[in-house]
Each structure stands twice: as C-alpha cells, then as structure tokens.
C-alpha cells in the first residue's frame, strides 16, 4: 500500500494567516493527489485533486503544489470558514490511501 | 444534482454481519464511475474499503478482503455494503461516495456501533 505521512497532525493559526499543510507519499504517485476538508458534523468536501486543480466552488485562497513526492495544500489568507480537517489522498492506486489528517483550529 | 445517502442500523453485535445501503439520485450507478465506502475511525482516521463500478466489478481493502462484500441494485440506483464478523475495531462511521477521480460527491455518514 501507498503511504501517505500527513503533517502537522494539528495547527493553530490566526486570521488571515498563511497555512501550509504536507503530505509524503511512500511512492511515487505523480499528480494523482487531492485534498479534502472536513467540518464537524458534516462528510469530507473535495478541495483539490490532481495536486493543483481546484474543485468547483473552493476559494481561490487554496492552492496545491508538488515537489517531487511531497504535495502540499497552502490556505493564503486564513477565514473562519477554514477550521476543520483536513486531508490528503492518493488516487494512484489502489487501495486509496488518505493521510492522517491535520486538525486546523484559529488561533 | 447527485445525492448519496448511507442508511442502516447504528448498533451491531460483536461477531455479526454490518449492513448499509447507499441510495443515489441524480445519477446512475450503471452509467459510469466507481461507488465506494469510506470510513472514519474515531481518532479521525479514513479508509478506503472497497467499491463497485458501474459495470459491477468490484476492488475491496486487502485489509477487509476476506470480511467484505459490495453489492448492487440497478433497479432501484442503490449500493451496499456487508462486513461480516464485526469486532469494537469496526466501529466508525461509514460513509458511500462517488470516485470521479477524485472522490467528488459524499454522503452524509452513518454512524455504526459495535457493542454487546
């Protein structure tokens, strides 16, 4: 199974704050990342997928990147709205792996 | 617009089976993508189990293989989900979603219990 190593597994941040979240895949899985956010009480909602693309509907605030096999999610400007969880998945192969997720609360 | 949603009981006994139903509108099954259950840990960890494409195969978990079993309906647009001889380590809760590659529509979750 691919591995994917979430970090940090918990952050604190202030308004309008630049966050920046990373995961390391075990293997190479090229462009085949996404990103999810979870609210309390509500299910996982797509942020971005194949490392850069931002889903429909996501502020242009979020941006993905890669560097060689390690992908990151960067919030620019942090808001309210942001605290959740967040996390990575590969779509590489199967079985689908998924980070172990980084807890984002305001500061 | 496609809705997912995760239906079934929320108290399982140790040792028994685990059934869910995913009821689909807006799309169907049979058209395209694959249909999955995820689930999340308490602790917050997600996994992957398995899904069922439109065509019926189905890709599980090696991790849940020899306990899982995806299924389908076409005729009512649902999918199911079976997980025989559940301990305390299956409790979480479940999730159905579409793979759009990424997964791009989600249920709401349904909340499962293994407890005596």
Known sequence: DIQMTQSPASLSASLEEIVTITCQASQNIGNWL??????P???PQLLIYGTTSLADG???RFSGSRSGTQYSLKISRLQVEDIGIYYCQQASSTPYT???GTKLELK | EVQLQESG??????SQSLSLTCSVTGYSITSSYRWNWIRKFPGNKLEWMGY???????????SLKSRISITRDTSKNQFFLQVNSVTTEDTATYYCARYNNPFDYWGQGVMVTVSS
């Open chain 1, 34 to 39: 996404a990103w999810y956010q979870q609210k």
């Open chain 1, 41 to 43: 009480g509500k299910s």
């Open chain 1, 58 to 60: 996501v502020p242009s």
């Open chain 1, 98 to 100: 998924f980070g172990a």
């Open chain 2, 9 to 14: 009981p929320g108290l399982v006994k140790p």
């Open chain 2, 52 to 62: 069922i494409n439109s065509a019926g195969s189905t890709n599980y978990n090696p």
